[in-house]
């Protein structure tokens, strides 16, 4: 079954058969589409057939995936999220949720319209919304989030998982910049130790720009107060591309090479 006919079938599913449907991107697990529905504009999520799994715990399922990514952002503070996340019981199993403006800043940096010192300022304003995000910390209660890590329950915080340029939203600012707009795929989400949630940053953008990482720590630390075990960062950094590099040896294209390099760099 192709990404369209899955559309399809999940919207004659909702009572929205007659809803228009225009695809809007393909993430690693999930297509997307915008959607007229009765209610509103929304976009609507659908696993992939050949989804990547979860690199946390390969056995959950697509249902387990969106749910959790609705516990998330339903817990998500100083983070702007896509709002009215539902999960909805078809086959295959989806989601619909608000649209949020703009386009990812990964897309922007591709086509050039955002320049070095742009990014720069893209990342000190990710770094002060990770540090929000962090001040989420995990109640006695948190069962419907997995731990990422279960030996300190006690300073376990919210985690995205996944926070890199690819999934932060964004537009031109008027006069001059470009702001934030919203954060999205959340279906890694869990509680565990903030540095875990720097390591999509470092193995995407900082490990061939150092400088945007400098922006990134400083923004985080002017809302968390907090240092960042930059050693403990990338340690965890080598770990998930070792894992890459072993499980995927078609991915990275170009910055394989400083994959290894870094991997190299930190052995266990």
Same mark, same amino acid.
């Not at 999940?10 to 297509?31: F, I, K, P, T």
């Not at 999960?87 to 989806?94: A, K, L, N, Q, Y």
């Not at 998930?240 to 994959?259: F, I, M, N, Q, T």
């Given at each position: ?117 742009? %990014?720069?300022? =893209?990342? #000190? ?5 990770? *540090?929000?995000?962090?001040?989420? +910390? !995990?109640? /006695? ?83 968390? %107060?907090?240092? =960042?075990? #930059? ?5 965890? *950094?080598?770990?998930?591309?070792? +894992? !890459?590099? /072993? ?22």
């Amino acid at each position: 079954m192709d990404r369209d006919e899955r559309a399809r079938r999940v919207l004659e599913q909702l009572g929205e058969s007659g809803a228009r449907c225009v695809h809007a991107r393909d993430g690693r697990e999930h297509h997307l589409f915008r959607v007229q529905l009765a209610c509103g504009e929304r976009m609507l999520k659908i696993p992939r057939e050949d989804a990547l799994p979860d690199p946390f715990d390969t056995g959950r399922t697509p249902t387990e995936r969106l749910f959790c990514e609705g516990v998330a952002i339903g817990l998500a503070r100083g983070v702007p999220t896509p709002a009215h996340y539902r999960v909805h019981d078809t086959e295959p199993v989806c989601a619909t949720m608000e649209l949020l403006p703009g386009t990812t800043a990964e897309q922007a940096w591709e086509r050039g319209q955002l320049d070095e010192d742009q %990014l720069l300022r =893209v990342c #000190l304003q990710m770094g002060r919304m990770l *540090a929000n995000l962090h001040g989420v +910390r !995990r109640p /006695a209660d948190g069962d419907l989030l997995p731990d990422l890590e279960v030996d300190d329950r006690g300073n376990a915080r919210l985690l995205h998982l996944d926070y890199h340029l690819g999934n932060v939203l964004g537009r031109p600012k008027l006069g001059a910049g470009w702001e934030v707009t919203g954060v999205v795929d959340w279906t890694c989400a869990r509680w565990g130790p903030p540095e875990a949630d720097f390591v999509e940053m470092q193995v995407s953008v900082f490990i061939r720009n150092p400088r945007a990482r400098d922006a990134f720590v400083a923004g985080y630390r002017q809302v968390a %107060l907090r240092a =960042v075990d #930059l050693g403990l960062v990338e340690r965890r *950094a080598a770990r998930e591309l070792r +894992r !890459r590099l /072993a499980e995927h040896p078609d991915e990275g294209g170009a910055a394989r090479g400083y994959w290894q390099a870094f991997a190299d760099k930190h052995p266990e």
